[in-house]
């Protein structure tokens, strides 16, 4: 059963890196060792697994079947040694999460920092992806345990867990904005020059999506490919930007748009029937605390 794992182990790190050179030095095994290993399971299979005609080595047709099932098997062998280790106490143990970035602005901050305090010995790993498609084939490869994003692409292999309501607002510098104007219309924003997420981002798709509909051109003086971008042009410049009223505080204020975003509703995301570690449970308890709060506000 070892010798079938790693022959298995040798033929996806060669299938994923497309040479046998590259697999051996992140194998840290010796390029011929790793030929006769494949050739091995081949015979085993009686099977041809790999093109080695090209100067890329690719799967066969036999080889992409195989393949499609190794994947499957090696993360469900992965997801049961985490289980073993999975402590429940949570003194020890990991968590892997996707977030998006307007969602990851307010609430990656006091969820860090609440789950820190109470669970100091969990490794905490966070990756923003601009854009909810990125976080979905993560979580079905079993490279993300969580995610937390809109639930805007319902798939049947993802669970999916409403958290909050996330509105836009208009994000302004506290100290050059007038404090009588807490309310704008959609006319009055789009003459103001605003810094905006670039294209790639769903929420700058959203403002687009917005102001065709109010049937008017915005006044866009700056884009950027990062929220702590925006904010810094904020701070520093006369421009505004348009994300979640939550991300209001540190020099920065809210102003209410009229007629209002069309509401999206942030959500958390994990595989459907995936196993669920002690962090995982506590880390979406916690979440789920904190959006709570917001309801308040």
Same mark, same amino acid.
């Given at each position: 059963?070892?010798?079938?794992?790693?022959?298995?182990?040798?033929?996806?790190?060669?299938?994923?890196?497309?040479?046998?050179?590259?697999?051996?030095?992140?194998?840290?095994?010796?390029?011929?060792?790793?030929?006769?290993?494949?050739?091995?399971?081949?015979?085993?299979?009686?099977?041809?697994?790999?093109?080695?005609?090209?100067?890329?080595?690719?799967?066969?047709?036999?080889?992409?079947?195989?393949?499609?099932?190794?994947?499957?098997?090696?993360?469900?062998?992965?997801?049961?040694?985490?289980?073993?280790?999975?402590?429940?106490?949570?003194?020890?143990?990991?968590?892997?999460?996707?977030?998006?970035?307007?969602?990851?602005?307010?609430?990656?901050?006091?969820?860090?920092?609440?789950?820190?305090?109470?669970?100091?010995?969990?490794?905490?790993?966070?990756?923003?992806?601009?854009?909810?498609?990125?976080?979905?084939?993560?979580?079905?490869?079993?490279?993300?345990?969580?995610?937390?994003?809109?639930?805007?692409?319902?798939?049947?292999?993802?669970?999916?867990?409403?958290?909050?309501?996330? $509105?836009? #607002?208009?994000?302004?510098? %506290?100290? @050059?904005?007038?404090?009588?104007? +807490?309310?704008?219309?959609? *006319?009055?924003? =789009?003459?103001?020059?605003?810094?905006?997420?670039?294209?790639?981002?769903?929420?700058?798709?959203?403002?687009?999506?917005?102001?065709?509909?109010?049937?008017?051109r915005p006044r866009i003086a700056a884009e950027a490919n990062s929220n702590l971008t925006l904010f810094e042009l904020i701070r520093q410049t006369d421009l505004a930007t348009i994300l979640p009223?939550?991300?209001?505080?540190?020099?920065?204020?809210?102003?209410?748009?009229?007629?209002?975003?069309?509401?999206?509703?942030?959500?958390?995301?994990?595989? $459907?029937? #995936?196993?669920?570690?002690? %962090?995982? @449970?506590?880390?979406?308890?916690? +979440?789920?605390?904190?959006? *709570?709060?917001? =309801?308040?506000?």
């Amino acid at each position: 059963m070892n010798m079938l794992l790693r022959h298995v182990r040798y033929l996806k790190a060669v299938a994923d890196f497309g040479s046998f050179t590259r697999a051996a030095q992140a194998l840290h095994v010796s390029q011929p060792a790793l030929s006769q290993q494949i050739k091995e399971l081949e015979e085993r299979l009686g099977a041809q697994l790999l093109d080695r005609s090209g100067r890329q080595i690719r799967p066969t047709d036999l080889g992409s079947v195989y393949l499609e099932r190794v994947r499957r098997a090696l993360s469900e062998l992965d997801e049961g040694a985490r289980a073993i280790r999975d402590v429940e106490d949570l003194s020890t143990g990991s968590l892997r999460l996707g977030i998006t970035p307007s969602v990851a602005a307010y609430l990656i901050g006091p969820l860090s920092q609440r789950f820190r305090a109470s669970y100091p010995n969990i490794k905490f790993s966070i990756r923003v992806s601009a854009q909810e498609e990125e976080i979905h084939p993560a979580l079905l490869d079993d490279e993300l345990d969580l995610g937390i994003g809109f639930g805007d692409l319902p798939s049947e292999d993802i669970e999916i867990t409403p958290l909050h309501v996330e $509105r836009m #607002a208009l994000i302004v510098n %506290a100290k @050059r904005w007038p404090v009588r104007k +807490t309310v704008l219309s959609a *006319a009055e924003v =789009a003459n103001i020059p605003l810094a905006l997420l670039d294209a790639s981002f769903s929420t700058r798709r959203m403002v687009d999506r917005y102001f065709r509909k109010e049937g008017l051109r915005p006044r866009i003086a700056a884009e950027a490919n990062s929220n702590l971008t925006l904010f810094e042009l904020i701070r520093q410049t006369d421009l505004a930007t348009i994300l979640p009223e939550n991300v209001g505080g540190s020099g920065l204020s809210a102003v209410k748009i009229k007629p209002a975003f069309e509401p999206r509703r942030a959500a958390l995301l994990r595989r $459907r029937n #995936a196993y669920c570690s002690a %962090a995982a @449970r506590a880390f979406i308890v916690m +979440t789920q605390q904190i959006v *709570a709060t917001f =309801a308040n506000r």
